[in-house]
């Protein structure tokens, strides 16, 4: 079975050492950092399930770390501190955490709610509206492609057009098909305007854009997306 991974990041040594004893003894792998830079860099790294991210810091503090945690992943954030003010846990919940502890406090009240926000990221991320195919992964409810994890950067037609064909995999559509259910049947156009966006998603989206596997001509009929 997979250790959930668990970062812990606090300047002092000793709670950093107490928590990772005790989350080792409850089966997590823990990772720890002493500051927000090195935070950063392991979470980059490693892609932890869970933070726990201590507020009071030298060098950045918990609040910017968390700030650029977000802008790069959704990994569910325990804020620790011995501060108790409730306009400090606000500030906490408005940049992105998910739960807030203060100082000190009891291992087995920790290890509930580390049990509790792990169960609710994995059943968001199971509910995630996703179309996943190999290394391509579409998510409809960010309107964004993925090729190997890296986001791709598509027009707004293009991702139109790959959507309509991706939630219909192995279904042919005509060019005509196509171009009324994107452009829309009062559109001024033409048809070729299909093939110039299907060819454009192929150099992003195919490694051989010339022997494609996933947006297929099926000559004489049209187009499919191949799963």
């Known amino acids: 079975m997979i250790k959930e991974t668990i970062l812990v990041v606090d300047d002092e ?112 991320e199971s509910e995630k509206n996703l179309l996943e195919y190999d290394e391509l992964t579409i998510d409809l409810d960010q309107y964004q492609c993925y090729l190997n994890g890296e986001p791709v950067t598509l027009s707004a037609k293009e991702m139109q057009l790959l959507v309509q064909l991706a939630k219909h995999p192995n279904q042919i559509w005509s060019a005509e098909q196509l171009y009324d259910h994107i452009w829309g049947f009062d559109s001024v156009g033409e048809l070729q305007t299909v093939k110039v966006h299907i060819s454009h998603l192929r150099r992003k989206l195919e490694k051989d854009p010339t022997n494609p596997k996933y947006i297929r001509t099926v000559r004489g009929f049209g187009y499919l997306f191949s799963s």
């Open 13 to 124: 040594a000793g709670i950093r050492e107490l928590m990772q004893l005790n989350l080792e003894n409850k089966g997590y792998r823990v990772l720890t950092a002493r500051n927000g830079d090195q935070a950063l860099r392991l979470a980059t790294l490693e892609n932890p399930d869970l933070i726990i991210l201590d507020i009071e810091m030298p060098g950045q503090s918990g609040f910017e770390v968390c700030q650029q945690l977000r802008r790069e992943m959704t990994v569910p954030i325990i804020f620790l501190s011995v501060r108790r003010e409730v306009i400090d846990k606000v500030k906490c919940f408005e940049l992105g955490g998910d739960d807030y502890i203060t100082k000190p406090f009891d291992y087995t009240e920790l290890e509930a709610r580390i049990r509790a926000n792990l169960r609710r990221y994995q059943q968001f």
